[in-house]
């Protein structure tokens, strides 16, 4: 069984600034990219940044310059450090992590998780 929990959403004041974690445990046997995605309402669900193993990033138009995504892979931790936040970017961010697992004591399976979101809300 894998988990992904966020933390770090909140309410925040135009150009301020929130950082959000995402903390992956259980049987892990390898994390893979890990990402961000954010859904607001009556919108889809859209990547905003990702990062791989290796620590190569990705990032959407809308946040670059102003987000920042890291990871920690001792503690397979991701994280998402924004900036000069906007109305626009309050949503519901969702954590996404593609992990192989320990399924038995030898064998291991790969699968898609996703955290229970975290509610960004930037308004004055």
């Known amino acids: 069984q894998v988990q992904l929990v966020e933390s770090g959403g909140g309410l925040v004041q135009p150009g301020g600034s929130l950082r959000l974690s995402c903390a992956a445990s259980?049987?892990?046997?390898?994390?893979?990219?890990m990402g961000w995605f954010r859904q607001a309402p009556g919108k889809q669900r859209e990547l905003v940044a990702a990062?791989?193993?290796?620590?190569?990033?990705n990032y959407a138009d809308s946040v670059k310059g102003r987000f920042t995504i890291s990871r920690d892979n001792a503690k397979n931790t991701v994280y998402l450090q924004m900036n000069s936040l906007k109305p626009e970017d309050t949503a519901v961010y969702l954590c996404?992590?593609?992990?192989?697992?320990?399924?038995?004591?030898?064998?291991?399976?790969?699968?898609?998780?996703w955290g229970q979101g975290t509610q960004v809300t930037v308004s004055s």
């Open positions: 996404n992590a593609d992990i192989l697992y320990r399924k038995t004591w030898s064998e291991t399976s790969r699968r898609d998780y």
């Open positions: 990062i791989t193993s290796g620590g190569s990033t």
């Open positions: 259980g049987s892990i046997f390898r994390v893979n990219a």
